[in-house]
């Protein structure tokens, strides 16, 4: 699933530096968004190879590669796009996903997953080869493991026995999306604009295609910024990580989401260029925290036929949350754009959701997740 994903995704990006016009980018973007959603399954890999002990700890190192490639990103935006624009660039960030594909044969199936397909022999070859790599000896005897009936489906995570988890997983997985792409999306409208508590800037016009693109190219210092809001994904990781091993997987997202929508609303709030970068900082890390610990939480709770179907549901309905946040950062009130703070308004309405949601899940206990799954040995069955 990975390989298949990352080919699409690696494919139809580079064939987007080819579009002949904005309809044509957007087709070719909706294609790439495709083929990303299948990235989370590396997670469900490094999950059941994990032991329960650690899975709280190692887990959340992940976000360590996603800063690297944020900011490596940023970084290519303010070389490339100035000099050779945007169409260089999304060939350059291509090119790792290529590079990936060429690094899967060196990454096994899950012994857990060939478990419950009943390939055995498969899951032992895998585990001999884990002995080999740690200098051990495989244990005495067989793995004697029963052959799940049959792979889970959609409807197993709306069986009653999952439908409460399954429900409460889906909205917060909506909200966090909401929250983390509006916050991105949030960050260059701020900056474009200069929507600081300072001067609004003219629009440049830009002929591209059939009609000219009324825009503010980012500064030097507006990339300066994004790198620095974006190391804040990684500043609550060690907290984040305590959290998630001390007081439990659901408190922690409680708390981290809690926090989040509060800091949303100080977007409201006119401010110096320092005080929005203290703000950004913050809410990226707080929102990546939030996804952090869903991700955890999410692989977790679901047994091994239903874990890759759980990830995937949840990572779609994700995309929900992911789409509407343009809507309420860039798109809504665009007639004001050029307006003191007219941006600054809408992100206050994705605190507000995020708020709501999170009041909800930390407040009334018998409405919270039914499960949690600190210290839990993974499901191999339903």
Known sequence: MMVISFLWGAYFSLLTSFSPSYSWFVFFRFLVGCGVSGHAQGLIIKTEFLPKNVRGYLLPLTQLFWLGGSLLIIGLGALVIPTMGWRWLIRFASIPAIILVLLFKFIPESARFNLSVGKKEAAMTTLRKIAKMNRSKMPEGTIDEPMAERNGSFFDLVHRKYLRTTLQIWVIWL??????????????????????????????????????CYCNMLSPSDYNTLMISTVGEIALNPFNMLGINLIGRRWTLGIT????????????????????IAILFCLRALVSANFNTIYIYTAEVYPTVMRAIGMGVAGSLCRLGAMAAPFIAQVKDAHHKHQMRSYSKPPSSGGSASLLVCVLFAQFRRFTLPIETKGRALQQVK
């Open 257 to 276: 989401m809690t926090t989040t929508g509060l800091f949303f609303l100080l977007l409201i709030i006119c401010m110096s260029r320092t005080g929005l």
């Open 175 to 212: 909200g966090i999306a909401f929250a983390y792409y509006g916050v991105i999306l949030a960050s260059t409208e701020l900056l474009e604009n200069n929507l600081h508590c300072g001067t609004g800037r003219s629009p440049i016009i830009v002929e591209e295609g059939s009609g000219p």
